[in-house]
């Protein structure tokens, strides 16, 4: 059995070796799908970025990077860090010309999407990283790189980077970085795991890798920034959600609630927002009034005031209101004994055209005869 392992641990360094090789496929592939996200990017089209991932073949260096980091095999890693960062470099070019030579004011959601990675897109690459070494430990499996490859989106980064910089848009340039360097160590670290957990010869090498030390701390230190920035996103859906239910709830009270502006029509709320950047916090009231002394002060304050008593978070109320004229002349109404359908028969034949459409002129003579 001891016989057997040294020639098996050979066999798979053969095969990443060959994954970890730079040949004319890669190159090919990589430029491909470096000018198809790009492109895709600028369009802001999701499923022309899909496409890209699929094209991009840098899963296969980084999968034989993290087989080297088991191994502890300095030279194999160097070799398959230099593959990809070609591949990377050219991206990063190709993207760059495209952006200043297409010269769009102002990007789509999808440039922006990748310029605040979090733990989430940590997750996705430990998983995505692990995926892609179980297809090359196991036969059954390898179907799945397609997929892997979408999971792990490494050329969408990087094309976003070089857009950004063409435009010199250095911090989210800076997010955009940081994504890549979340999915190519999130891939290591995951391929890393997978196949120390899978097989038990690697397991042993990974015990004698000084490699894996400096992978696992490298991942660890990127728990700072993601970890900043997912605690910030959750901060701002908390903040976004409390912001929706309490101006709901405003808005709820000012058109339904007993505490008003004025009686019967004289005062119709048509808009409401909420300026949260103050404090405290303003609601403006748009209103529509048939009475330009209403709202008065005393009644905004009131109603301000019962704002701020339902809840903790205290609000000034600012109502901007707009005069409309009501123009028509006053009519007695109708004895209740009318009847409506006595209506239409009390019209005289003068109104009729008004019910009917009126009948067409008589042709003149000479025309009656051509017809």
């Not at 980064?157 to 979340?182: E, I, K, N, Y």
């Not at 912001?243 to 119709?268: A, C, D, S, Y």
């Not at 304050?301 to 000034?316: G, K, L, M, P, T």
């Amino acid at each position: 059995m001891r016989s057997s392992e040294p020639s098996r641990l050979d066999r798979l360094s053969r095969g990443n070796q060959r994954d970890a090789a730079l040949n004319e496929a890669f190159v090919v592939l990589s430029i491909g799908a470096s000018l198809i996200a790009t492109l895709g990017l600028l369009a802001n089209s999701a499923d022309v970025v899909i496409g890209a991932m699929v094209v991009a073949p840098w899963i296969k260096p980084l999968r034989a990077g993290a087989f080297a980091v088991i191994v502890g095999n300095l030279p194999l890693l160097v070799q398959a860090l230099r593959t990809l960062l070609l591949g990377v470099g050219t991206t990063l070019v190709l993207a760059a010309l495209l952006g200043m030579v297409a010269g769009l004011p102002q990007f789509g959601s999808e440039v922006m999407a990748r310029t605040s990675p979090n733990l989430l897109n940590l997750g996705i690459a430990l998983v995505a990283g692990a995926l892609a070494s179980y297809a090359n430990l196991s036969r059954d499996a390898v179907s799945s790189l397609a997929g892997t490859a979408i999971a792990v989106a490494l050329v969408p980064p990087v094309c976003v980077m070089g857009l950004l910089l063409a435009h010199q848009h250095l911090a989210l340039a800076t997010g955009a970085g940081l994504l890549f360097a979340t999915n190519l160590l999130g891939v290591l670290t995951g391929g890393v795991v997978l196949m120390a957990w899978k097989d038990p010869l690697l397991r042993q090498q990974l015990r004698r890798s000084h490699l894996s030390v400096a992978n696992f701390a490298l991942t660890a230190l990127l728990l700072i920034p993601l970890g900043t920035s997912f605690l910030g996103l959750l901060r701002n859906a908390r903040r976004e959600s409390t912001r929706e239910t309490v101006q709901l709830t405003i808005e709820t009270f000012l058109k339904r609630q007993t505490v008003t502006f004025g009686e019967g029509k004289e005062v119709e709320l048509e808009k409401l927002e909420i300026d949260w950047d103050p404090n405290p916090p303003v609601i403006r009231a748009l209103v529509r009034v048939t009475d330009p002394t209403l709202p008065t002060f005393k009644q905004v304050s009131a109603v301000q005031d019962e704002i701020n008593r339902r809840q903790s978070y205290r609000f000034q109320l600012v109502v901007q209101r707009t005069a409309v004229d009501v123009v028509g002349p006053e009519e007695a109404p109708n004895p209740s004994t009318v009847a409506e359908d006595s209506v239409l028969q009390s019209i005289p034949p003068s109104f009729s055209p008004l019910l009917s459409p009126p009948p067409l002129p008589a042709l003149p003579p000479e025309q009656q005869q051509d017809n």
